[in-house]
């Protein structure tokens, strides 16, 4: 059974920081793309980043760029979500993803439905 486990999150104050770690199970991820979505209360799931199997190519939203950050060790078949500079709008659940079903991939999907397994999400709140 593939399983993608969170770690990480919590409540933080405005400017703070946190490391969100996604450990995967069952299967290896390495030839594939790895990523983060989060859901706010009440809003549509929005893609925060991505980083493909090589770590080549790397992509994080504008709404974070320069904040958050995306790494994965394919020794350990996880990947991290290194979230700096805290913001309230930061507050959401963030959810792990993984794609399945296209190895070595040089572009990033950045839609929900191009990933196949989904961690169980992780409770962000950033206080003002």
């Known amino acids: 059974q593939v399983q993608l486990v969170q770690s990480g999150g919590g409540l933080v104050q405005t400017g703070g920081s946190l490391r969100l770690s996604c450990a995967a199970s069952?299967?290896?991820?390495?030839?594939?793309?790895m990523g983060w979505f989060r859901q706010a209360a009440g809003k549509q799931r929005e893609f925060v980043g991505a980083?493909?199997?090589?770590?080549?190519?790397?992509f994080v939203e504008d709404s974070v760029k320069g904040r958050f950050s995306i790494s994965r060790d394919n020794a350990k078949n996880t990947v991290y979500l290194q979230m700096n500079s805290l913001k309230p709008d930061d507050t959401a659940v963030y959810y792990c993803?993984?794609?399945?079903?296209?190895?070595?991939?040089?572009?990033?999907?950045?839609?929900?439905?191009?990933?196949?397994?989904w961690g169980q999400g992780t409770q962000v709140t950033v206080s003002s």
């Open positions: 980083e493909n199997w090589n770590g080549i190519y790397t």
């Open positions: 993803v993984a794609d399945g079903k296209r190895p070595y991939m040089r572009t990033l999907i950045t839609i929900p439905s191009g990933y196949d397994y």
């Open positions: 069952g299967r290896n991820f390495s030839n594939y793309t």
